[in-house]
Structure formats: structure tokens, C-alpha cells
């Protein structure tokens, strides 16, 4: 059974920064893209950051490029999400998701149904 679990969320003011971890338990996790999402209250899930297995394609949404940073440690199992420049409007829970299956060839998606493994999310909360 595959398992994400994201760690790393709080509460924190406005220009202050938070690192978001997700461990999978992907038996062949370098070979698989990872994304994260992200949903505010009363809003859609959308896409947030995307790596590739070798970490050498990232994506951004447009809101949150020169202040996230995603990235991987295929050693470790685990991706990771740099948030630096806080704004209230980043809060929300924090998802992190996965293919059906890894492919080296495959170009990091930024649509949800790209994804099929979710983990439980974890809540980023910045106040003003």
C-alpha cells in the first residue's frame, strides 16, 4: 500500500518561511515524479510545485515562483517543499501526490488527475 505523509506545516506571520517534507513508501520512488497541491477553504485544489525523479524539471504555479523551492532526496524517499516569503494567501492544506507508476520518461504533471497517490495534507496556516 502506497503511503505519503507530509510533515512540516504550522502557524507562522507573514514573511517568515516553512520546509514541507513527504515521505513515500514507493518502492522505486526515483523513478517517479512528485507534485504538491494545495487547497484553501471554500476553494478547488490546485497545483503548487513538480519535480521530476531526477530533479532536473521543476515546475511553479506563477504565485509562488522566486519564494518555493521544491525538491527531492531519492535517497531518502522524501520530497520536499521551501517556502520563503510567507503571505496570508498561501494558507491552506498542503497535499503531497504521486503517479500511478514511474516512468524516466515521464514529464512532471501539474493537473490533479495526473496524480493517484495523496497523502493526508498538512495544514499551513500564515497570519498578517
Known amino acids: 500500500q502506497v503511503q505519503l505523509v507530509e510533515s512540516g506545516g504550522g502557524l507562522v506571520q507573514a514573511g517568515n518561511s516553512l520546509r514541507l517534507s513527504c515521505a513515500a513508501s514507493l518502492r522505486t520512488f526515483s523513478s517517479y515524479y512528485m507534485g504538491w497541491f494545495r487547497q484553501a477553504p471554500g476553494k478547488e485544489r490546485e497545483f503548487v510545485a513538480a519535480i521530476s525523479w531526477s530533479g532536473a524539471s521543476i515546475y511553479y504555479t506563477d504565485s509562488v515562483k522566486g519564494r518555493f523551492t521544491i525538491s527531492r532526496d531519492n535517497a531518502k524517499n522524501t520530497v520536499y517543499l521551501q517556502m520563503n516569503m510567507l503571505k496570508p494567501e498561501d494558507t491552506a492544506v498542503y497535499y503531497c501526490?504521486?503517479?500511478?507508476?514511474?516512468?524516466?520518461?515521464?514529464?512532471?504533471?501539474?493537473?490533479?488527475?495526473?496524480?493517484?497517490?495523496w497523502g493526508q495534507g498538512t495544514q499551513v496556516t500564515v497570519s498578517s
Open positions: 501526490a504521486a503517479p500511478h507508476s514511474g516512468n524516466y520518461y515521464y514529464t512532471p504533471g501539474t493537473e490533479i488527475y495526473e496524480y493517484d497517490y
